[in-house]
């Protein structure tokens, strides 16, 4: 059973939420959206559905990362994924702190594209992350080449600390603190209760 974990009014876009994801139910539309040509990022271009499913299943079943299927005005339009980056992704490769939280997205390939969505969607995903007070730090890791997600880092507040060598890409290891996003996008969304 999915639920809702979080909802947010964008100004100009509405309204977004993120729902807990369900691997087998969700694997078909991931599956289209993580094999489109724009999410090579992604690198599960040669993924079929049961590898999609099996992914998820395996997220699902880890103790330090999950994913969520973000809703745009009700209908399915992104992925989020959070994990521990001390535990995942950047175990050992840099300076780990308590209350750091990791964080992927990915917006759903669009017919007809809508000005502002993907950023709507990062201050969506960031403002969820940042309203547990636990939170200290958003930490991402992108592919160096992908120059579009750098850009909406930094519009959101994300400073770079540098490349850092993974096996499967060399990363540009991104942090965002709580003050630098709400700073950077003028909001208070994401301040713990």
Not at 29 to 46: E, N, S
Not at 77 to 89: C, G, K
Not at 154 to 166: D, H, I, L, M
Request: charged share 25%.
């Amino acid at each position: 059973m999915t639920e809702v974990v979080y909802t947010r009014v964008d100004d100009r876009l509405g309204g977004f939420a993120l729902r807990t994801l369900d691997p087998d139910a969700d694997a078909v539309l991931l599956h289209r959206w993580v094999t489109h040509p724009r999410a090579r990022f992604w690198l599960m271009q040669d993924a079929d559905v049961a590898g999609v499913a099996a992914e998820y299943r395996r997220i699902a079943g880890h103790p330090h990362h999950d994913a969520f299927v973000g809703l745009w005005r009700g209908e399915p339009a992104f992925l989020a994924e959070r994990y521990d980056p001390a535990r995942v992704e950047l175990t050992g490769l840099y300076d780990a702190r308590p209350g750091d939280v990791g964080m992927h997205f990915l917006c759903a390939p669009a017919d007809i594209p809508v000005h502002g969505f993907s950023r709507a969607v990062i201050t969506t995903v960031l403002a969820w992350l940042f309203a547990d007070g636990a939170t200290r730090r958003v930490v991402v890791e992108p592919d160096v080449r992908n120059t579009a997600v750098h850009a909406l880092n930094a519009a959101v507040g994300f400073e770079v600390v540098g490349p850092v060598a993974k096996p499967e890409k060399t990363a540009l290891l991104s942090i965002c603190t709580r003050e630098r996003f709400h700073t950077a996008t003028g909001s208070t969304e994401g301040v713990p209760a």
